[in-house]
């Protein structure tokens, strides 16, 4: 009984005396735990806020003393500079602007100039390096307008002129070499024997025939059906024709020139000859003869042994393909074959056996 008394006698003392109230206990409770964490947290939060603060204010106090010293450092220069019978000195640069810039100008020269170009000295909302953006993109649109004020390269202007030039004499010489060839008549088949006796005239021929073929072609893809046109097959087709014809650009250039090696001139004669009487078989081995020749060694090998052999001339370098000396040649030669594949389907032949395969 006397210990119960004791125990409440402490208790009551403990209520009584805030001290002792105060004493950790031995047990914490989570959500105590949770609260503790969260107020740490916030107060470092804060903390960092303020250090943030702190030092902003100070970049700012310092970029202030930097502008104010920079003002005074100026002033003294242009109050001289306006003084009453005192040298006009030029402006000096302006400090906002860009170190190490081309247009780096003060903003008394950019008023000058903008003033003399009728242009407003400042627009709403505009800094003054947008004012000096401005003023340079008015002085470049004037240089692109006057060349002699911008002094753009003349030499090079001169050297396109004179490229210009020659190409159209290139042209007009062309067209002239045309206009010379129509009026003969170059209709009929082509005569091989002009082969031997005057190959001059293969030229024209050749190169009107080519030409009417290629036009019959692009007409025929022009007579389609506008649904077979837009399908996927029309438009392989329409770019096939396309193709061929850029590709035969260099070989009607040659022909205008009368510039073909006899061999290949002899090759295509013989190519638009049978093309004319649709004997097409004819007409494709003479192609295989163009593009890669009859000679046992077509890549120009002449000399295979130490020894001279009997059939010696028959490996003759003037036999070695054609198709193989460059680029060009392979794509009009090709070009070829396509308008033999054209003109057989247009003018089918009388004779089942002269159909290429």
């Known amino acids: 009984m006397d210990a119960l008394k004791a125990e409440i006698a ?16 031995k047990y914490v409770r989570r959500g105590e735990l949770e609260r503790l964490r969260e107020e740490k947290e ?111 390269n003349d030499f ?16 007009a010489g062309d067209k002239e070499k045309e206009s010379k060839w129509k009026g003969e008549d170059y209709g009929g088949v082509l005569d091989l024997e002009l082969v031997k006796t005057d190959p001059d005239k293969l030229y024209p021929i050749i190169y009107y025939a080519i030409k009417r073929t290629l036009k019959e072609w692009e007409q025929a893809l022009e007579e389609r059906e506008e649904h077979v046109k837009r399908s996927t097959q029309g438009k392989l087709a329409a770019a096939t024709q396309k193709q061929a014809a850029d590709y035969l650009k260099p070989l009607l250039k040659l022909l205008r020139a009368r510039n073909l090696p006899s061999d290949v001139l002899a090759r295509i004669a013989e ?12 007409a ?4 295989l003869r163009l593009s890669i020749g009859n000679a046992p060694w077509p890549i120009g090998v002449t000399m295979v042994g130490i020894h001279e052999r009997s059939a010696r001339e028959k490996i003759s370098s003037d036999q070695v393909a054609h198709v193989l ?4 040649s392979r794509k009009y030669i090709q070009s070829l074959k396509r308008l033999l594949t054209f003109a057989q389907t247009k003018y089918p032949p009388d004779d089942a056996t002269q159909r290429m395969g």
């Open 10 to 25: 402490n208790k009551r003392k403990a209520l009584e005396d805030p001290a002792l109230a105060a004493r950790p206990n």
């Open 42 to 152: 916030r107060q470092e939060r804060e903390e960092k806020e303020r250090q943030k603060a702190l030092k902003a204010e100070e970049e700012r106090k310092a970029a202030e003393a930097r502008a104010a010293a920079r003002a005074r450092s100026t002033t003294p220069s242009r109050s001289r500079s306006r003084t009453p019978g005192a040298p006009q000195s030029p402006a000096p640069a302006d400090p906002n602007a860009e170190p190490g810039s081309s247009f780096n100008i003060s903003n008394e020269e950019t008023i000058r100039r903008l003033r003399s170009k009728g242009q407003p000295i400042r627009l709403f909302g505009e800094s003054d390096k947008e004012r000096r953006l401005r003023l340079r993109a008015l002085e470049l649109i004037e240089e692109k307008d006057h060349p002699r004020i911008g002094g753009q």
């Open 156 to 171: 090079k202007k001169a050297l396109e002129d004179v490229e210009l030039k020659a190409r159209e004499k290139s042209a």
């Open 271 to 282: 190519i638009v000859h049978y093309m004319q009487k649709r004997q097409y078989q004819r």
């Open 284 to 287: 494709n081995d003479a192609y």
């Open 325 to 328: 000396n460059d680029e060009v």
